[in-house]
């Protein structure tokens, strides 16, 4: 991924980038969101990466870290008890998570003027696992990290301007 | 209500969450279909009687938009009533849908109040 990034002179910034995620999570999956008590300095445990790009006026992406166990709980969560007349086999915990980026990216980029936002395409979510402390640094020190139920979510937006 | 609804959408946790709260909401007591991308959607309307269409829009080999206007453009399956339920931050695209002869869109994230509205208000109107 490209990992260049810029200020954001747009209406989307950090702040509304936790508002979303905030709503987001409790919308579909009633996990609350919270500042962490104390900041974390290495990757979690098990940690995984997921992204969504957009492209078009603006190209950037939403990108989010969370622990396996995150993945798990939210899966869990978005589907409830299971019913009895229910035939479907259970998802991979990523599946939720990348279901939660999609929603996520629509809604920050909703917040984009409507003229801009008619010329942006969003891509599909993707997963991969997340290592390496180098990667982690430069991730995290420009990002923000939240305690959701307990497990520390890290999310980041990136944007910047395409030049016809 | 013996309706049969086809569920398009790449995310098999969405697919679970709306097949439940349709059945839950005791919509209908026909079969509820569900694939994971347009092209699949488009051919299991060509194989089986299908009297509702929900659908998201990104997803992978054909997404939702090209699969509602090919069928909304094929005179076998034009009738079938089509609900959009995407992220899509747009709305003028997803109105350029409604304009084209989708029934309605459902943004997520959705409640499950909102889905059952809105599955029961088309199915009351297209097959009451």
Known sequence: MDNCSMPLSLPLDDAMLARSLADVLEAVAFVSLMPLDSDIHTPPAEAEMYWIEFSGAYRGAVELVVPRQFSQMLTDNLLGPAGENDDSPLPDPGDGMKELLNVLCGKVLQELPSDLVSRIEMGLPQRRIYSGEAQWQEFHATAETFDADGHPITVRMRLEPVIA | MNCNILIVDDSATTRAVI?????????????????????????????????????????PLMNGEEMARQALANPTTSDIPIIVISAEPNIARLQQLVDAGVKGFLRKPFTPEQLRDCVGRTLEVCHG
């Open chain 2, 19 to 59: 097949k439940r709260t349709i059945r839950l909401a005791g919509l209908t007591d026909g079969q509820i279909y569900e694939v994971d991308s347009g092209r699949a959607g488009l051919e299991m309307l060509g194989c089986v009687r299908i009297d509702l269409v929900l659908a998201d829009l990104h997803m």
